[in-house]
Structures are given as C-alpha cells and as structure tokens.
C-alpha cells in the first residue's frame, strides 16, 4: 500500500481542536449549519503551504488511514509575542471605523504593508490591538484521515 511522502499531492480530511477540546476548524462536519466541511484539503507535501506539524503528520500514512497528532506551538502558528501587542490612543483609530473588542482591522506599516490586527480590548481613551495569530501560543490537535494520493 502506498505511503504519502513528500512531494505526493494529498486530500486530507481534519478536524482542528484546542486541547480543551473546542474545535477551530474542520473539513467535515455533521451539522450542515455551521458552515464547515468544505471536503477534504488538497496540498502537496512539502511545498510549505501548511503549518509544518501538519505535513509532518500526513507523512506515511496510507489511503484510509486515521491518525491524531498533536502540534505544539512552536510547530503550529508560533508562540505568542508580547511585542505583537499594541495599545493605541483610540483617537488614532478613523472615526468611521467601528472599535469593538473582537473586530479585526488592517494597519499599514510606514513601507506601505498591510497586516491584520485583533481589537482584543477598548477603554474610552485607548485601544489595544494585537498582531498575534488568533492561535499563537496553542498547541493544536487534529484527527486526519488520509482520503486521497495523487
């Protein structure tokens, strides 16, 4: 039976979790209403498209095999970093734009970059936004099913 390896194009079926065991992300999913389960993922090993642990995971399983891994941080979306976190004067902030803890907004870098920020806190006079990957800091769990080796 054919392993994958790298550089194999896969169609992986996962399901995401946190390991207080709420689910972030799934390609299937049994209630039609939640709006996951698009099928199965398609990549190819190696090609760095993924975070790391999971390639890794996929890597000598066999069509039809289940398997659960699980990626620390540092493998996932990194460890959070305080310098990601930035607390603003609300005046700085557009008045058309609406602040509200939870809202995600672009900021520009002085070279012209764009990268997205979380509002994870407002008082009346300051904003606190955060760069971090809404993951960062998280050990991750999946449970993979190998649907496809092209």
């Known amino acids: 039976m054919a392993e994958a390896k790298q550089g194999d194009k896969v169609k992986v079926h996962y399901t995401g979790r946190l390991e207080d ?3 972030f992300d799934s390609s299937e999913c049994e209630d039609d209403a939640c709006g996951c389960g ?3 993922m398609e990549f190819t090993i190696g090609e760095g498209n993924l975070i790391p642990g999971f390639e890794q995971g996929v890597i000598g399983m066999g069509i039809g095999d289940k398997k659960t891994v699980t ?6 979306y990194g460890l959070r970093m305080e310098q990601l976190v930035a607390v603003v004067d609300r005046k700085e902030i ?25 509002i994870t806190e407002v008082t ?14 998280q050990n991750l769990i999946f ?4 649907v496809e080796i092209g």
């Open 143 to 146: 449970d993979l099913r190998l």
């Open 21 to 23: 065991g709420s689910v």
């Open 38 to 40: 698009d099928g199965p």
């Open 94 to 118: 557009p008045e058309h734009i609406t602040v509200e803890v939870g809202s995600q907004l672009e900021v520009s870098q002085e070279d012209g970059q764009t990268f997205p920020v979380l």
């Open 124 to 137: 009346d006079t300051q904003v606190t936004l955060d760069a971090n990957h809404p993951l960062a800091g």
């Open 71 to 76: 990626i620390p941080a540092e493998q996932a």
